[in-house]
């Protein structure tokens, strides 16, 4: 069966609930090692984690150092690693992309244009990250509905076109009280920065805290308006 077909299949026949149950089922369909799971260590990654190495499920789990995180970040990787034991693979930028990029437009070039952020998360994350995608049929995510408008119209296994696997997204339906609920009441660790205000955590220099009652995702990017605010992995 194509991985398009098999989609359907997916969406029609695997709980939308019980996500240890499909990730053995997945884990059946794919070779271990085309079936991957992207963190940065939100609290909603910190589930799947939980749920990946508690069960002790081979699939690989990876992160994307930008060169631009939070020190909070750093931290919460460490402590994610000492508490599990387990290995987290990392994947950077190409450093001579990040050497061009400072010498002709400097260190701060994304706040100057969308085009120029663009190009930053493109060079600090979407070229590592094809490389840590390259032969994945199946990519997991911690994408939540409720984090954007954009995220709301997505579906819990979804055909990717950027990167042509299958994305499986289990956290679709879940609120930020159930994120909040799992993590703290199983003590996992998390980022200290969810303590100070902060609700979607990217790069440093591009994430603010936010207000009670702004949305989510206000805090990434925030100078730009009307923007889709991704940038280029979802
Ligand atoms: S979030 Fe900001 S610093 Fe990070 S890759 Fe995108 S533009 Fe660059």
């Excluded at 940065?40 to 499920?57: K, P, R």
């Excluded at 930008?66 to 460490?78: A, H, I, P």
Aim: charged fraction near 30%.
């Amino acid at each position: 069966m194509s991985n398009k077909f098999l989609l359907k299949d997916l969406n029609k026949n695997l709980s939308k609930k019980d996500i240890l149950q499909n990730l053995q089922i997945l884990l059946k369909k794919f070779d271990n090692k085309k079936i991957v799971f992207s963190t940065s260590f939100s609290m909603e990654d910190q589930i799947i984690t939980d749920i990946i190495f508690f069960n002790n499920l081979p699939i690989k789990i990876f992160t994307l150092d930008t060169g631009r995180l939070f020190e909070d970040t750093y931290k919460v990787l460490k402590k994610t690693i000492d508490f599990y034991k387990k290995k987290i693979f990392t994947f950077f930028p190409e450093s001579q992309d990040i050497e061009k990029l400072y010498f002709e437009k400097g260190a701060f070039s994304f706040y100057l244009s969308l085009e120029n952020r663009k190009e930053c998360c493109f060079l600090r994350k979407v070229k590592p990250i094809k490389r840590a995608l390259k032969g994945v049929e199946c990519w997991i995510t911690g994408i939540r509905a409720t984090q954007s408008e954009a995220r709301k119209k997505l579906d819990f296994f979804m055909w990717d076109e950027n990167f042509n696997l299958i994305k499986y997204n289990p956290l679709l339906n879940w609120s930020l009280e159930d994120v909040n609920d799992y993590v703290k009441n199983k003590n996992l660790p998390y980022n200290n920065l969810y303590d100070k205000g902060f609700l979607s955590i990217g790069c440093e220099p591009c994430t603010r805290k936010i207000k009670k009652d702004e949305d989510i995702r206000s805090g990434r990017w925030w100078w730009e308006n009307n923007t889709k605010k991704e940038c280029g992995l979802h």
